[in-house]
């Protein structure tokens, strides 16, 4: 069964820095398009960025955290990152990875993505 792994969460105050890490052990991550997303209470899920598969540079941020997150592979790992900086109280939710397996766009649609993971809630506030 596809799944991913999220980690690195946290609680962090207003401008600090976390970084999100990606992993499965059951399957190569560099064959398939990995998304980020994330749920705040109340709201719906939103995709906010995502990596092309198989050594693609291709990057996607949504307007919300571009300039702000980074997104990238480490494929001896099989690990996807997610580096987040100049966090913001708007930025706090719970964080999810997941693989894209409908090949449309690169760009993160929640319904052309699976193997969820747990998610890990990341929470700015001073």
């Known amino acids: 069964q596809l799944q991913v792994e999220e980690s690195g969460g946290g609680l962090v105050q207003p401008g600090g820095s976390l970084r999100l890490s990606c992993a499965t052990a059951?399957?190569?991550?560099?064959?398939?398009?990995i998304g980020w997303f994330r749920q705040a209470p109340g709201k719906e899920r939103e995709g906010i960025s995502f990596?092309?598969?198989?050594?693609?540079?291709?990057?996607y941020y949504a307007d919300s955290v571009k300039g702000r997150f980074t997104i990238s592979r480490e494929d001896a790992r099989n690990t996807v990152y997610l580096q987040m900086d100049n966090l913001r109280p708007e930025d706090t939710a719970v964080y999810y990875c997941?693989?894209?397996?409908?090949?449309?766009?690169?760009?993160?649609?929640?319904?052309?993505?699976?193997?969820w993971g747990q998610g890990t809630q990341v929470t700015v506030s001073s």
């Open positions: 997941a693989i894209q397996l409908i090949q449309a766009a690169c760009i993160p649609i929640v319904a052309d993505f699976g193997a």
């Open positions: 059951r399957y190569p991550l560099r064959n398939y398009g």
């Open positions: 990596i092309s598969p198989n050594g693609g540079t291709n990057a």
